[in-house]
């Protein structure tokens, strides 16, 4: 049985060395889109591809993730979307500073306010969104993971907002994502000492979901998008109205009373109510059989 698994893992990880080939030659985009076959239809992954810059949130980085997000928008096939990188030992390295540098403070503002776009729009989108964390995740990075309902951290992650040693504060929402996360005095001591942490600690805080061992992903360097894709295969079978349902009722529970949330939560249950994706549950339930839903 573990050799089984064993060789399985070891079919996946070739399968991502290929793909993160394929991505190098490919269109030379910043930030690449694979619409996953088989039985992993209906999972996408947002593959940032910025090897010289260690994937630093560049304006034309920006710009192309944008385009990527609102492609998967309005996509009624994808039901799970994950974020990773396929540059080696690291997500985001966040700003890129080194463009910062020779922007105007009018420039500076223009940038941060359609990198703040993004990562909202990241956040809202419809389709649960997980993030792989196979490096490092430092400020904006780790700001971008925060958008995501899921965060997968492999044995090499490591997080961090490190902008109050730059004499800045994190600027793309991690003082607001971060405290909804982990409470005001946990975000206040990361924020002010500027720490750096790696995945377990991560995951005691709750900042992460789970955390890939080396041994599970044959000690290749993607364990983190190899857990990731086992938590949205999970997610595939399940009604995909009723998860994105659920996912904008739990979204407004952080951020009305809980009255207001018992009726968005009703309001999103009558959303599933007329779908024929309901009657397949039931139909399937009385049968004992697995349920297959279309979405509709």
Same mark, same amino acid.
């Given at each position: 049985?573990?050799?089984? !698994?064993?060789?399985?893992?070891?079919?996946?990880?070739?399968?991502?060395?290929?793909?993160?080939?394929?991505?190098?030659?490919?269109?030379?985009?910043?930030?690449?889109?694979?619409?996953?076959?088989?039985?992993?239809?209906?999972?996408?992954?947002?593959?940032?591809?910025?090897?010289?810059?260690?994937?630093?949130?560049?304006?034309?980085?920006?710009?192309?993730?944008?385009?990527?997000?609102?492609?998967?928008?309005?996509?009624?096939?994808?039901?799970?979307?994950?974020?990773?990188?396929?540059?080696?030992?690291?997500?985001?390295?966040?700003?890129?500073?080194?463009?910062?540098?020779?922007?105007?403070?009018?420039?500076?503002?223009?940038?941060?306010?359609?990198?703040?776009?993004?990562?909202?729009?990241?956040?809202?989108?419809?389709?649960?969104?997980?993030?792989?964390?196979?490096?490092?995740?430092?400020?904006?990075?780790?700001?971008?993971?925060?958008?995501?309902?899921?965060?997968?951290?492999?044995?090499?992650?490591?997080?961090?907002?490190?902008?109050?040693?730059?004499?800045?504060?994190?600027?793309?929402?991690?003082?607001?994502?971060?405290?909804?996360?982990?409470?005001?005095?946990?975000?206040?001591?990361?924020?002010?000492?500027?720490?750096?942490?790696?995945?377990?600690?991560?995951?005691?805080?709750?900042?992460?979901?789970?955390?890939?061992?080396?041994?599970?992903?044959?000690?290749?360097?993607?364990?983190?998008?190899?857990?990731?894709?086992?938590?949205?295969?999970?997610?595939?079978?399940?009604?995909?109205?009723?998860?994105?349902?659920?996912?904008?009722?739990?979204?407004?529970?952080?951020?009305?009373?809980?009255?207001?949330?018992?009726?968005?939560?009703?309001?999103?249950?009558?959303?599933?109510?007329?779908?024929?994706?309901?009657?397949?549950?039931?139909?399937?339930?009385?049968?004992? !059989?697995?349920?297959?839903?279309?979405?509709?």
């Amino acid at each position: 049985m573990l050799a089984a !698994r064993t060789q399985q893992s070891a079919a996946i990880a070739r399968g991502i060395v290929q793909t993160v080939r394929k991505l190098s030659t490919g269109s030379g985009s910043e930030v690449e889109l694979i619409r996953h076959d088989g039985s992993d239809k209906g999972i996408a992954t947002i593959a940032f591809n910025r090897p010289k810059a260690k994937n630093a949130l560049s304006r034309s980085l920006v710009s192309d993730f944008r385009r990527t997000l609102d492609e998967l928008r309005l996509d009624s096939e994808t039901r799970v979307v994950i974020l990773r990188s396929v540059v080696p030992k690291v997500f985001c390295a966040g700003a890129d500073l080194k463009e910062r540098a020779t922007m105007s403070p009018v420039e500076v503002e223009q940038f941060l306010h359609s990198m703040k776009v993004s990562f909202r729009e990241l956040e809202t989108l419809p389709q649960p969104t997980i993030a792989a964390l196979d490096g490092a995740a430092l400020g904006g990075g780790f700001e971008l993971a925060l958008c995501c309902d899921l965060r997968v951290a492999g044995p090499q992650a490591l997080l961090g907002l490190p902008e109050t040693s730059l004499a800045i504060i994190p600027g793309a929402g991690g003082t607001q994502r971060l405290t909804r996360l982990v409470g005001a005095s946990r975000a206040k001591a990361l924020v002010f000492t500027a720490r750096r942490f790696g995945p377990m600690p991560a995951l005691s805080m709750g900042i992460v979901n789970d955390v890939a061992s080396q041994e599970s992903a044959c000690d290749c360097q993607n364990s983190g998008y190899l857990r990731a894709l086992e938590w949205a295969r999970e997610i595939l079978p399940n009604g995909p109205i009723a998860v994105r349902m659920a996912k904008k009722a739990i979204d407004y529970a952080g951020t009305v009373d809980p009255v207001t949330g018992l009726d968005v939560e009703q309001l999103c249950y009558a959303q599933v109510i007329p779908t024929q994706d309901r009657l397949e549950g039931l139909r399937a339930f009385k049968e004992k !059989r697995k349920p297959v839903y279309h979405g509709h």
